[in-house]
Nanobody
Framework: QVQLVESGGGLVQAGGSLRLSCAAS????????MGWYRQAPGKQRELVAT???????NYADSVKGRFTISRDMAKNTVNLQMSSLSPEDTAVYYC?????????????WGQGTQVTVSS
């Protein structure tokens, strides 16, 4: 089992920046990739960014060049630095972690943190 706790959401004006953090606990040595997803009202949850154990990153096209994901293996944390925020980035942001592979892959989720960008 993996537990994830997010922090750092809030209200920011368009063009501003926010940093989200997520701390993992539990079976941390079994975690493969960690990442961030978001869900806006009335929309499906979508990928924002992921980072593997080896440091390989993947970003949604909509956030490339504005968001940076980083992972601290020693502290079992994953961070999302968000800049040049726009109202379209308003959503609940969820931290994720996956363990296992193939049919045994399991995804874990944090409770979510609200990010609101005002115009």
């Amino acid at each position: 089992q993996v537990q994830l706790v997010e922090s750092g959401g809030g209200l920011v004006q368009a063009g501003g920046s926010l940093r989200l953090s997520c701390a993992a606990s539990g079976s941390i040595f079994s975690i493969n990739a960690m990442g961030w997803y978001r869900q806006a009202p009335g929309k499906q949850r979508e990928l924002v960014a992921t980072v593997t154990r080896g440091g390989d990153t993947n970003y949604a096209d909509s956030v490339k060049g504005r968001f940076t994901i980083s992972r601290d293996m020693a502290k079992n944390t994953v961070n999302l630095q968000m800049s040049s925020l726009s109202p379209e980035d308003t959503a609940v942001y969820y931290c994720s972690a996956d363990t296992g592979a193939g049919w045994s892959k399991v995804y874990y989720w944090g409770q979510g943190t609200q990010v609101t960008v005002s115009s």
